[in-house]
Nanobody, 116 residues
Framework: QVQLVESGGGLVQAGGSLRLSCAAS????????VGWYRQAPGKQRELVAA???????NYADSVKGRFTISRDNAKNTVYLQMNSLKPEDTAVYYC??????????WGQGTQVTVSS
């Protein structure tokens, strides 16, 4: 099993920045990829960014050039640096670990609110 704990959310003005953290514990070796998802009220959860165990990254078109996903293997932590935030980035952000064997784990989520 893998446990994920997100942190770093909060309230920020449009144009500002936040850095989200996703700390993993447990069977770290079973993680194939880690993704950040978000869910706004009344909308479906969507993938924002992901990073594989090999270091490959991908981003939603809506955040390309503004968000950066990275990891610190020594700390078992994945980060999401969010710059030039917009009100439409407001959502609950979730960390997800895609595990070898087809299972996945989710964090509890962290609220990001961007005021205009």
């Amino acid at each position: 099993q893998v446990q994920l704990v997100e942190s770093g959310g909060g309230l920020v003005q449009a144009g500002g920045s936040l850095r989200l953290s996703c700390a993993a514990s447990g069977s770290i070796f079973s993680i194939n990829a880690v993704g950040w998802y978000r869910q706004a009220p009344g909308k479906q959860r969507e993938l924002v960014a992901a990073i594989t165990s090999g270091g490959s990254t991908n981003y939603a078109d809506s955040v390309k050039g503004r968000f950066t996903i990275s990891r610190d293997n020594a700390k078992n932590t994945v980060y999401l640096q969010m710059n030039s935030l917009k009100p439409e980035d407001t959502a609950v952000y979730y960390c997800n670990a895609d595990l070898y064997g087809g299972k996945s784990s989710w964090g509890q989520g962290t609220q990001v609110t961007v005021s205009s």
